[in-house]
Nanobody, 115 residues
Framework: QVRLVESGGDLVQPGGSLRLSCAASGSIFSIYAMGWYRQAPGKQRELVAI???????NYADSVKGRFTISRDNAKNTVYLQMNSLKPEYTAIYYC?????????WGPGTQVTVSA
């Protein structure tokens, strides 16, 4: 069983920065893609950024140039550096990890961008 623990969500002013972390633990034999999704109130969950086991990345158009996803394979951890935050980025951010040939979701961490 794979367990994901996210951290780093907070209340931040527009233009500020946050760094999210997601650590995977448990009986992990292999990890492939790791990613971040978000869900704002009344909206569907959407992909924010994803990074493959080879280090290739993909971003939602709305965050390109502002967010950077990275991973530490030795720690089974994925990060999301978020800069120049906007109020419309307010959402619950979820970590998703493909491990042991299955998808796994974290419980989510709240990011609120407000003055």
């Amino acid at each position: 069983q794979v367990r994901l623990v996210e951290s780093g969500g907070d209340l931040v002013q527009p233009g500020g920065s946050l760094r999210l972390s997601c650590a995977a633990s448990g009986s992990i034999f292999s990890i492939y893609a790791m990613g971040w999704y978000r869900q704002a109130p009344g909206k569907q969950r959407e992909l924010v950024a994803i990074i493959t086991s080879g280090g290739s990345t993909n971003y939602a158009d709305s965050v390109k140039g502002r967010f950077t996803i990275s991973r530490d394979n030795a720690k089974n951890t994925v990060y999301l550096q978020m800069n120049s935050l906007k109020p419309e980025y307010t959402a619950i951010y979820y970590c998703h990890v493909e491990a042991n040939d299955s998808g796994n979701w974290g419980p989510g961490t709240q990011v609120t961008v407000s003055a």
